[in-house]
């Protein structure tokens, strides 16, 4: 409480592109996965759901893509930020919605014009911080040294930057859990972002399957305990209670706040295209609209004597304390 206080603050998730150009092994929307439909919502439909998330007063909205690198991609993202930015500026919200990005390994000068155009907070999860267990999970294209510059680059320019793992990927040992914290701490992040790994059957990992499923109960029981470790250690960092929890016990997301999370994230990608960003199997909230998802988060939260942060950017008060001013 002491480092978060009571209230949970809500960030409307968009999810607007599958296309990726990336090949994690893990991952349903890796770019080998033939199977989803690959689609890119338009800068219209991505400012309509901003406005929603405005309207409804969530303060702050999360964009997530795959990943892509070109120069097309970048103008895209730059353009839907300065859109949303001027599309949301209100009484209540003087500044416009609060903007995290969550697109993936960029260049230094991609990044820059992304937080000259207004997104000030920027998602980037390292997977895990053991290089060893990282090789094994990623192409060797995907290397771990780039992936930490491009969170050192993400923290010079001036985001408040997030990071964070996967929780049961098979070879993960207790000391790579505890070391990942640490590495939250050594990085001093801003936010973090973690949950259980779980199996897509379209990805190289569906190998492990069997022994995945069968752990199920103890992965879903580290991952809360590293929420519980991680707001021990960092103090007063935003923590996300995330959807993976739910797609593996009901009331995962509950359980997330109770164990120290502060964040949630109601979807808010248009109905027609959630199937195809399906990044592990379960992933529950497809068939629900906007609305319905903001609904039950409210009851959700509300059910376990938390309060809603309304209206507000909802940055940490890591980040707050550390401004310059
Ligand atoms: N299980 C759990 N989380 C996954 N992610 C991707 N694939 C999976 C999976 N199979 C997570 C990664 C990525 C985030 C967007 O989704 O940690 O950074």
Known sequence: MENCGDEVFFRGLVEFSNVCTSDCFYCGIRKSNAKPNRYTLTKDEIVECAKFCADEGFGS???QSGERQDAAFAEFVEDVVRAIKSETMSAALPQGLGITL???EQKRATYERFFAAGAHRYLLRIETSSPGLFSRIHPPKQTFETRIKCLETLKSIGFQVGTGVMIGLPGQTISDLADDILFFKNLDVDMIGMGPYIVHSDTPMQCHEKETTARKDEILQLSLMMIAVTRIVL????????TALQAMDPTGREKGLLH???????????????????????????????LQCKGCLENRVTSIGRRLGKNAWGDSRHAIEKKPF
Do not use: F, H
């Open 61 to 63: 909205i999360v964009l």
């Open 102 to 104: 969550c697109v993936g």
């Open 235 to 242: 103090g007063n960092v935003n923590i996300a209670a995330t």
């Open 260 to 290: 120290g999370a502060n964040v949630i994230m109601p979807q808010v990608t248009p109905l027609g295209v959630r199937r195809d960003y399906l990044l592990y199997e379960g992933k529950p909230c497809i068939d629900e609209s906007a």
